[in-house]
């Protein structure tokens, strides 16, 4: 049996995307590790889906001059504060931003991984503006049992999914740790799965974690080992979000400048 | 005399709101929501729920609570659902009783906006965006909080429209709670009205901390101070 | 707080429905003892839906004459042999049998579940001849993003839910002990749920059960203790299923007369 | 000489048609294609994967084989996926290389029927139904099993299509195993013909038990008999 396990330089240089999704939320399993090899290897990312609440995986991408649209319900830190990358690239025009809420991220991701072409929305979601903003993904159509007013939101199909997992096996198999978000569902509908993980551990010991916890490893194209690869994030499972760390960003990501001057200095030390 | 703090006074106050049996919802940045449905949880709602944003933690134990919603500890719960199903469920309409929400801006008629300030073509403010306040015409109940009481915040008309006043399934927002005051709703004109003042608060402080001409509740009195018992529960668990 | 648990004669009391769902899936976890109070109340079910596959609980209430309508995917007793109440009261005409697939049914309860008022199914799965014998339930319509034809499921959402779980505390909240089948979204779907438990446990021994196995108890209604509440089909995490006595099931219902033979000796060793 | 029974010759079939790296799935009555795969992952396909039925079990260990596919026993695996999660899977179209399908029902082209013997108006038997077997045109191949290889199984046309021949994302039917032969497809017609006899079965015994005009591949041969290898594993799994 071949394994997965690969480098964070294979893993991205054997990924081929349009769509690229990045799974963990707010300061939480950010799968930072290969979201820097991105970065060293400067792949444009035409369009970025993200979990309901993305945070410093996003901001990184953003703030590197790597995304040209991003599809999502939030990017922020929560507490903490905006998003400085983001917030500086919506504003000045750099960045195209296609709302989502987070039943359509959900939801899509849901039809994404089924098959199916798109999912319509409870009725009053379409009291929100969103949709408005965002014509490229939404619909109203006719209910056909009903006759009433539906609106549908496009199937999500990331080319290319990255999410971060506590542990995985050779062949793949993953276990979250934690909280499941909406990663497992993110490597559901992805076309190809990379799963960073704090440990790579044999089959037997994957073997009998909870049903809802697991990826299968017939979903998963490569799995990266990199323990700590969610800081200055959260890993569930492991190790708490840096705050100190995390508001040195915010502090330093303010400007551009700031910026390029944090991110060597990160992607260095994380290799 | 026992003192408080302002976010003590609004989790005390919000806690006030949540009935036995109810089912309560948050996002994100929810210490305080999550710290008052716990209260109310230990005092005179022993029956009521709540499900801690992005986590899926029903019912979390708190004490501390942490300032994130999907912090790995929310998970010490009486059980967790995977997010998608938190989500699922928040569509059907006839789950959830109470949404908390926030906003950037809040406006006269509890419309709330995390989208953004200014105009889609010249934005002065990019906010982080909305997540799950779309869903807010599925709550029974909506109760709105934010930590700034100022003119920039409360807005006689949102930019945008992240989380909808309108409800299809239940009452609306019924509540707003601040640094200086609580407001709810007229019923006829569905505008936000006074409702009470914090300790030590005016009237005039806090018209002139709203944008939007703010009625009066011809009830209006004093927010009730948090009692010995509540400021010490509230403490273990915040 | 007031405890939710009650006798299965008061579950069954308290609840109102056009449409009852039943949990379980082939041999496995069928919530006998609450089906058989049904039978003992006689109540009426106007419209009876299933799990993908269902089997003794079915067919109970079939030959028990009390279902107008089934909507399923499959009813059997899998290596066993055929639902011998279902299959007499099919071919005669006197059970009105709204055919689904497995994909409606699942992807029709995530819809009921959600507030979706239906489901687009994958693009294939209108080439079986399952939609056109049920025009009530799927419509064909047109994908507004690309134009293809799609084929739509009405979404699910039962008035009564009755699975089988292996724990629950007084608040509802229930451990399913097993595979969770289609069981949990059944009851996300569902506007009451009624959950048969092997025991009653502690809200304390409910906590940190594995997420995705669970069901929070803001959405049960009523928790029924019932040990070895699913014989003669098997109750996961507790006992198999027995097969001489499924086997002696299948030789007395052959007929309808068989049928009312073996239904009151169960009863009432069931009570 | 060894000796193996018509099952045994069937399940170590079904296993030559598993390739390395496949993803098989399997819905109901499947002891015999969860043995073939997992004789398949324990010869020569030992990076291939199968998904068993409604238990939601992913490379279930078996030895033995529960003849149930929700059993319970299935959950020592190498992971379990709930069972919505193998339903949202099956519609992907890109995931499962094999579904594996049987019928009361199996026609010319390949098309299965767990629905009714008859027409709607006059069923004479009213089978189970279908579950999953409507995916089958999403599947990248579909190979049938049956344990009856008589006429009123094989049929020119089935009287209901559960499971379609046609298929959208993949090659359809690509192999039928009964307790007589294997037949595969002829790529002009598509319709079914005879590629192996079992030891000691005759063309004329097929024939006779097949309810539709058989074509004969030009590469017709024996099935080949089970290694004593393959019949040791396989007793173990099953």
């Known amino acids: 049996m071949k394994s997965k396990v690969a480098s964070a330089q294979e ?181 190809r799965v990379i799963v960073q993980v704090e440990r790579v551990v044999s089959r037997e010991a994957m073997e009998r974690r909870p049903a809802g916890a697991t990826i299968p490893g017939f979903l998963v194209g490569a799995v990266v080992e990199a323990p700590g690869g969610c800081r200055p994030t959260a890993s569930h499972g492991n190790y708490g979000y840096d705050e100190p760390a995390i508001k040195h960003y915010l502090q330093m990501a303010r400007t551009s400048e700031g910026f390029a001057e944090w991110m060597p200095l990160v992607t260095v030390a994380a290799q | 005399m026992t003192t408080w703090t302002a976010p003590e006074l609004m989790a005390v106050e919000l806690s006030r709101h949540i009935a036995d049996g109810d089912v309560a919802v948050m996002g994100a940045v929810s210490a305080l929501p999550m710290a ?112 700034s009481h100022d003119a920039r915040t409360f807005v006689e008309k949102v930019d945008f429209v992240s989380g909808p006043a309108a409800s299809i399934t239940g009452r609306g927002p019924v509540l707003i709670v601040t640094p200086l005051c609580t407001m709810d709703f007229d019923p006829d004109t569905k505008r936000a009205r006074l409702r009470t003042l914090h300790p030590g608060v005016t009237e005039t402080e806090v018209r002139e901390a709203t944008g939007f001409a703010l009625g009066i509740s011809s009830e209006l009195r004093e927010t009730e101070p948090p009692s010995d018992e509540q400021l010490a529960l509230l403490r273990e668990i915040a």
């Open chain 2, 36 to 147: 008052a449905c716990r209260l109310a949880q230990l005092t005179h709602a022993p029956g009521s729920w709540f499900v801690a944003g992005g986590s899926g933690a029903v019912n979390p134990h708190l004490g501390p609570t942490p300032p994130s919603s999907c912090d790995e500890r929310l998970l010490d719960a009486d059980c967790v659902l995977p997010l998608p199903d938190v989500v699922m469920l928040e569509g059907r309409g006839d789950v959830f009783d109470v949404f908390f929400a926030g906003g950037l801006q809040i406006d006269a008629f509890g419309n709330t906006n995390l989208e953004r300030i200014g105009s889609a073509e010249h934005t002065r403010l990019k906010g982080p965006g909305g997540v799950g306040l779309p869903f807010l015409p599925l709550a029974g109940r909506v109760i709105i909080y934010t930590a």
């Open chain 1, 11 to 191: 893993a991205v240089e054997e990924s081929e995307f349009e769509t690229l999704a990045i799974g963990g939320m707010h300061l939480h399993n950010n799968p930072m590790a290969t979201i820097f090899e991105l970065v060293r290897q400067e792949r444009r990312v035409p369009r970025l889906v993200t979990s309901p609440s993305a945070a410093l995986g996003a901001d990184v991408l953003i703030g590197s001059g790597l995304v040209d649209e991003i599809a999502t319900s939030y990017v922020g830190f929560e507490h903490l504060g905006l998003a400085p990358c983001f917030r500086r690239a919506a504003e000045n025009g750099s960045l195209k931003v296609s709302n989502l809420c987070e039943a359509s991220i959900t939801h899509g991701l849901y039809a994404g991984a089924s098959g199916m072409p798109f999912a319509p929305l409870p009725a009053g979601v379409e009291l929100a503006d969103v949709w408005r903003s965002n014509p490229n993904a939404y619909r109203m159509i006719v209910d056909p049992f009903t006759e009433a007013k539906t609106l549908v939101v496009k199937a999500i199909r990331p080319d290319v999914a990255i999410i971060h997992a506590a542990e995985a096996d050779e062949q793949g198999t993953a276990w979250l740790g934690g909280a499941v978000f909406t990663d497992r569902l993110m490597a559901m509908a992805a076309r």
